[in-house]
Nanobody, 125 residues
Framework: QVQLVESGGGLVQAGGSLRLSCAANGRTFSSYVMGWLRQVPGKEREFVSSISWEGTRTYYADSVKGRFTISRDNAKNTVYLQMNSLKPEDTAVYYC??????????????????WGQGTQVTVSS
């Protein structure tokens, strides 16, 4: 299984940008779809974005499409989430996530079985 550590969260004004990073250990990183989920207190964890194992296919929730960009560097075992034009409703704990097995698809929060400790993103109005 892949172990994940997120970084890059923080406080930003509406309209600003942040870049989240997720470092993964495990020799099979390049075999996993990787994703980002987010959660606010009292709500279920929701899907934000995912990227295929080779990095050629990306998927986004409608709420972030056009503003967020997911990417990965398999040589560095790292996945990124570039967040632009941030809105107060993007405020959440963001989790890097991976499905339970290599080459398993991930389009929904329920598809992901492992995640990191999370990083807080707060967008002020």
């Amino acid at each position: 299984q892949v172990q994940l550590v997120e970084s890059g969260g923080g406080l930003v004004q509406a309209g600003g940008s942040l870049r989240l990073s997720c470092a993964a250990n495990g020799r099979t990183f390049s075999s996993y779809v990787m994703g980002w989920l987010r959660q606010v207190p009292g709500k279920e964890r929701e899907f934000v974005s995912s990227i295929s194992w080779e990095g050629t296919r990306t998927y986004y929730a409608d709420s972030v499409k056009g503003r967020f960009t997911i990417s990965r560097d398999n040589a560095k075992n790292t996945v990124y989430l570039q967040m632009n034009s941030l809105k107060p409703e993007d405020t959440a704990v963001y989790y890097c996530a991976a499905p339970g097995r290599p080459y398993e698809l991930g389009y929904r929060a329920a598809d992901f079985a492992s995640w990191g400790q999370g990083t807080q993103v707060t967008v002020s109005s």
